[in-house]
């Protein structure tokens, strides 16, 4: 499985954007899709996922009501609509495919075997 991110970009606070992840090979295998970030000298850490085909979204706290995750299983693609940015958003973003995820560990990143390159999303105050 390849994952190919995109979308990250320069937003003032209160701005939006759209990441978008899509998916190539064996996508038939995927169990769930997840976003995660990293901050500089911050651990990364789970914003959202979805499961691929079961249904159901997922979110840390810090972000609900702002963000939502969204699939189009034709496309194998996996987005994530961001609203009302903060500065405290700013991170790369990556997208991960989870092959067998429980659903209990869906919001840790070792529970998923294959990742995004990662896309910058920086927020200004």
């Known amino acids: 499985v390849q994952l190919q991110a995109s979308g990250g970009g320069l937003v003032q606070a209160g701005g939006s954007l759209r990441l978008s992840c899509a998916a190539s090979g064996r996508t038939l295998s995927i169990r769930d899709m997840g976003w995660f970030r990293q901050a500089p000298g911050k651990e990364r850490e789970f914003v959202a996922a979805i499961r691929w085909r079961a249904g159901g979204q997922y979110y840390t706290d810090s972000v609900k009501g702002r963000f939502t995750i969204t699939s189009d299983n034709a496309k194998s693609t996996v987005y994530l609509q961001m609203n009302s940015l903060k500065p405290e958003d700013t991170a790369v973003y990556y997208c991960?495919?989870?092959?067998?995820?429980?659903?209990?560990?869906?919001?840790?990143?070792?529970?998923?075997?294959?990742w995004g390159q990662g896309t910058l999303v920086t927020v200004s105050s």
């Open positions: 991960a495919a989870g092959l067998s995820t429980i659903l209990s560990t869906i919001r840790v990143p070792t529970s998923y075997s294959y």
